[in-house]
């Protein structure tokens, strides 16, 4: 017999998809999502369930709560999940719902039932889950990013800082936590460009580069192979600019010594052409794309008889195809990261030297100046950003200071408002020197190294939305 609980996991308090424990039922008629998260740790009498699994989905509407098959089903469909230590999570709505009533739609929510989930693991009648109240938000919260602690009492969400009429705004942030598609990106890589829906180059040992260059299709989850780079290379740093790639700088096997190259491919033609190349050979720099213009940012230059941490700021037109030097960034920083807000550049952590470093420095392109703000709350490299509204969003790395790989599945949010930084929902897993795409609002994590040092294949997949909670007078 499986056994559903909501366990403390990773030192994280998930919530069911259902937000129990929250009395919801006076606001059970706001807009509802066509999509939410079910997430849950599953176990038999052998322990944590562990690989692959089929789950049920059902929603009634109506009947009686605990009450498995009572009241009408208005959806249903079928999943692969896999466990990883007993966790599984799913998005209701994108699975089989071949055969079924449907689809999953935001008129289901409006009837004046109560609606029910009902979930059956590896098979229908294997009900782990027996009907349970969703009401009015259903997607997985977890606490920990919630700062207060967990929620209770009436409880409402919305995407506005302002409370409804008979509420009060609590100050809280609520994220929904990171997902994980059914393919895996084919080539295990780490230290890999990526833009766009492409993943290309990076390390498959601490030796070889690659040339590889992998499209992903959201919509069918699926990896297919498009026109190699011209040569192999890792820590390049990739952009997206007037739907061309540019594929910029980085270290090659091939050659053995960091590049200039500013390779450009065109998703279109499925060819690559190069550019001008950097003034200054780098890899492990980074890259960002303002008002039409793209800004290459620090990296490191392995030398015959010194390695130099950069500062430099390389500015690239793509319209007279020219580079030209800009202010120099006040510490020079490697596997860093970078996010653009409001059209100025943020670089967050790195290595300077031997150190981690936790600089947060602000480059605005158009007084070409720099700027220093609040710091990392941990000074990480091997991460990635991303920008999203005023926030921007911190992805995994390695906050260790010693020589060994100690990546981790943080996530940190930073307000460039405020000026402040808040945790975030953790990754599933372990990624260091992962690639990162931007797809249709979504924020995917692809491969790098995990806890052992390996280079992997793992995706996943998070919407950076952000939620406020209220709680009823």
């Not at 322990?47 to 009947?63: F, P």
């Amino acid at each position: 017999m499986l056994l559903w609980r909501v366990s403390v996991y990773r030192g994280f308090l998930y919530l069911a998809a259902f937000a129990a424990g929250c009395n919801l039922t006076e606001v059970a008629h706001a807009a509802q999502p066509v999509r939410f998260n079910y997430q849950a740790k599953l176990s038999n009498s052998s322990g944590a369930l562990q690989g692959l699994h089929t789950i049920y989905v059902g929603l009634w509407d109506g009947g009686t709560s605990g009450s498995a098959g009572s009241g009408t089903l208005v959806y249903s469909e079928t999943a692969a999940v896999t466990a990883s230590n007993g966790v599984v999570n799913h998005a209701v709505g994108t699975g089989n719902s071949s055969g079924g009533p449907g689809p999953l739609t935001e008129s289901i929510f409006a009837s004046s039932n109560d609606i029910f989930l009902q979930i059956g693991v590896d098979s229908p009648a294997n009900v782990v889950l027996p009907r349970s109240r969703l009401e009015s938000v259903p997607f997985a919260i977890n606490s920990r990013s919630s700062q207060n602690g967990i929620l209770s009492g009436m409880v409402a969400f919305g995407n506005s800082a302002t409370a409804p009429p008979g509420f009060t705004a609590l100050g809280t942030t609520i994220y929904a936590s990171w997902q994980r598609p059914q393919k895996s990106i084919p080539t295990a890589r780490f230290d890999a460009g990526a833009a766009g829906n492409y993943v290309m180059g990076g390390f498959t040992d601490v030796l070889g580069t690659l040339r590889t260059n992998e499209y992903y299709n959201p919509v069918t989850d699926q990896w297919t192979t498009a026109t190699d780079m011209p040569i192999s290379r890792a820590g390049l740093r990739c952009v997206e600019l007037n739907n061309l790639i540019y594929a910029i700088g980085g270290y090659s096997s091939v050659l053995n010594a960091d590049m200039g190259a500013n390779d450009v491919f065109d998703p279109a033609m499925n060819s690559w052409f190069p550019m001008q190349p950097l003034s200054i050979p780098r890899q492990d720099h980074v890259a960002a794309v303002v008002n039409g213009k793209i800004y290459v940012i620090g990296g490191i230059t392995y030398g015959a008889e010194v390695d130099v941490t950069s500062t430099s700021v390389e500015e690239y037109n793509p319209n007279t195809n020219t580079w030209t030097p800009k202010a120099p960034m006040p510490h020079g920083r490697t596997n860093a990261s970078a996010a653009v807000v409001n059209g100025k550049i943020y670089v967050m952590g790195g290595i300077e030297g031997s150190p981690r470093a936790n600089y947060n420095e602000v480059y605005d392109p158009v007084a070409n100046t720099w700027t220093s703000k609040a710091p990392m709350n941990v000074a990480t490299y091997g991460h990635s950003a991303i920008g999203v509204g005023q926030r921007i969003y911190i992805m995994g790395g390695n906050p260790s200071t010693a020589v060994d790989y100690f990546p981790w599945p943080e996530t940190r949010a930073y307000d460039t408002v405020s000026n402040t930084w808040q945790i975030g929902p953790p990754m599933i897993s372990y990624h260091e020197q992962h690639a990162m795409m931007s797809i249709g609002g979504k924020v995917y994590v692809v491969g790098g190294l995990d806890e052992s040092g390996t280079p992997g294949t793992i995706v996943e997949w998070w919407d950076p939305g952000v939620f406020n909670a209220y709680v009823k007078d």
